[in-house]
Every structure is written in structure tokens, then in C-alpha cells.
């Protein structure tokens, strides 16, 4: 229990300390690209609503979710191949409106404090959510907030990017990416863009750097 707590406090302090989050805040001009960038310094309309977005099949996801089609048709081919192994990999959430998403960061501003709640909820237009490529799945343990848990969390790990996903909040990146680590929440990007950043173990952040910009 200590070790999470130290662990907390050193990430708290990480982000703490990295000035640029949500400072210069650039609009984005391309919010239906698939390879749009929303991060602490790159923001979303309060008005957007993605393109495409398809209610996923209840095979694929435990409640109502959205995603962009693309996405979404890409994630059933990924959850298909996974239950082929007995591995059992289902959206908990996808698409999430800037309303939803500023409730969401409300609730946890009144249960959780400020502090953790900008580690762990981005305030709305800053949520990738809000563009229909991001999902957060859960594994046979039946609960998403302990997926790195799971079997199915090792199998996504080698395989999430043939299907064009990225696990998008790398464990020792919070720096880079300004969220704490979180094995449950995957974008899709494209098959390509996703190798390259699985073979060159990049942060989307990192990879808009080099390769984008
Ligand atoms: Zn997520």
C-alpha cells in the first residue's frame, strides 16, 4: 500500500512539474483525422461529434458504446482473434461526448480533489474519447481498472497494433504524455502508424514529433 502511495506521489510530481499541461492550448483543426493528436495541449470543440460512429455490438462491448466505424470494425477483428485463445476482450467505453466527458471530470474534482483528478481525467475537449478512436476495454477478470491483470492484457500488449491500436498511456511516459499509466485505454491510429509505433516503442506524442510535425 505504501509503495502505490509513493508511486502517486512521485507521478503527481512528475506532472506537477512538466509546465507545458494545458498551457498553449491549441485548437484542433482536423478532428476527424484518424491520426489527430487531443492531449493537454491540443483541444477539441465543445461541439464535435466524430463522423461515423456506430453502436457496437453487444458481442464486443458490455453496454451501449460508440466508436468510428473504422475503429470499431478493426475491434471486432482484434476481440474475434483474442476469443479464439478462450481470451475474452469487451469496450467498457468509447465515444464520449465533451458534455459526458465534463461531468465526468466534475465527479471526479468533487470525490477525488483537483490533483488527482488532472492525472487521471482530462477536462472536456482535452479527452480523446470525444473523437470515437479511443476505447477502454476489460479483460476475463471482469474489471477494466484491474486489466494489466489479466491474460488478455499480455496478449494485447503483442498484439493490439496488428489490428491498428496503441496502448496510448505507457507505463514511465506520464511525463510525456500527461496521463498516469493506463493499461486499459487503447487508440486506434491504423495499422501502419501503430506498428511503427510498437516496433519504435513511441508515445503518440512522440510520434507526431518525429513524424507529423
Ligand atoms: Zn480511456
Redesign the pocket.
Known amino acids: 500500500m505504501k509503495k502505490y502511495i509513493l508511486i502517486i506521489i512521485f507521478i503527481l510530481f512528475i506532472i506537477g512539474c512538466d509546465n507545458d499541461f494545458y498551457k498553449n492550448i491549441k485548437d484542433i483543426k482536423n478532428p476527424n483525422d484518424t491520426l489527430v493528436l487531443v492531449n493537454k495541449n491540443n483541444k477539441l470543440k465543445n461541439d464535435f461529434i466524430p463522423d461515423n460512429l456506430v453502436k457496437l455490438d453487444l458481442n464486443y462491448s458490455h453496454a451501449e458504446k460508440y466508436l468510428k466505424e473504422e475503429a470499431a470494425l478493426e475491434f471486432y477483428k482484434l476481440s474475434e482473434e483474442a476469443k479464439k485463445l478462450n481470451y475474452r476482450i469487451v469496450a467498457v467505453?468509447g465515444y464520449r461526448s465533451y458534455t459526458y466527458q465534463e461531468k465526468l471530470f466534475e465527479y471526479y474534482v468533487e470525490t477525488k480533489g483537483m490533483n488527482y483528478t488532472l492525472m487521471c481525467s482530462a477536462k472536456p475537449g482535452h479527452s480523446e474519447?470525444q473523437t470515437g478512436l479511443?476505447i477502454?476495454v476489460e479483460g476475463s477478470n471482469l474489471d477494466y481498472n484491474l486489466f494489466e491483470k489479466s491474460k488478455e492484457f499480455e496478449w494485447m500488449k503483442k498484439n493490439a497494433h496488428k489490428y491498428g491500436f496503441i496502448l496510448r498511456y505507457p507505463k514511465g511516459k506520464e511525463n510525456i504524455t500527461g496521463f498516469k499509466y493506463?493499461p486499459w485505454?487503447y487508440r486506434y491510429v491504423g495499422k501502419e502508424v501503430a506498428t511503427i509505433i510498437y516496433n519504435n516503442k513511441l508515445t503518440f506524442e512522440e510520434y507526431h514529433k518525429k513524424f507529423v510535425k
Open positions: 467505453s474519447h479511443a477502454d493506463e485505454h
